[in-house]
């Protein structure tokens, strides 16, 4: 009788850890989803009449795309955005929209390729700014992913030496590099954001050194932040896991579990100010990353595999449609 009260007790004890887990777990979505406030107004300055006091926010590859609407979104709570991208002519056509959608921002442009990534490049446009009174404030590393390389899936045996190269400068080497030149004349507060991968946290066949650069993001922008707060600045530095985004790349994509870069961007945005070094901006995303996180390893691994064979095949298709109409 005394063993199966005592047996009785650890199984009571047990369902009620467990369901404090999922308890805890359900209220910290729900907080930070549909609660949470976002503090994205403390890195505006008081007063943005003036050049030098405008709150400048500085975003890569924001020609299109996810880079693109954060330009938008931080237009529309008062930033001035200084645009990077490769294209001058890509960039002054959204610097016009930007001017006549909000007309009391100013903008700038910072026309660089990332492939090779020039450290002395990078150093001179930052120089440049503090010498014209230009304190950037918030910085958006959006610039990434595989648009230097095509297709996008595919094995990595299949990958050259400089397809290797062009994804470790696009993901890797040109963020670093820009976060590195620019932290030190960043207007405090300031916010720092890295853009991520789902790939960061799965696995990712076919994806091999893509999903290795978005797991450095990762874990460079959680110790950066922790090494800033331990030094005493006020930097919030915060990494996003995002998962599939329409954009000028993947213009094909849609479902359920698919949103738009104006709502990847402005699901970010919400999120700043909520206490975490790492956070997946839109629900859906979130919900689904959970999901197939808390699978069986091996189911996890099959579903992945299935997921990248079946865009593999759809890159294929698309590159000989291309083909077809030049």
Known sequence: MASSSALTGILAALGISIATYYAYNIISFLHLYILHRSTISRYLASDSSASETRSWALITGASDGIGLGFAHELASHGFSIILHGRSPTKLAAV????KTQYPKISTRLFILDVY???A????DYVRGLANDGVRVCVLVNNVGGSALTSPTFRPFTSLTAVDVQKLFELNVGF???LTRALLPVM????????LGSAVARVPGPLLTVYAGCKAFNMSWSRSLGVELRAEGRQVE??????GEVQSSQH???EGPFVCTSRVLARSALNKIGCGKHTVVPWWRHAAILALVERLPDALQDRIMVGSSTTRMEIDKRLLEMQKRHL
């Open 95 to 98: 610097e016009t929209a930007l």
């Open 116 to 118: 090779p990534s020039s």
């Open 120 to 123: 002395s490049a990078i150093d």
């Open 175 to 177: 963020p670093t590099l």
């Open 187 to 194: 207007r405090e507060p300031a916010l720092v954001l890295n």
């Open 237 to 242: 530095v915060m990494g996003l896991l995002v």
């Open 251 to 253: 213009r094909d994509l």
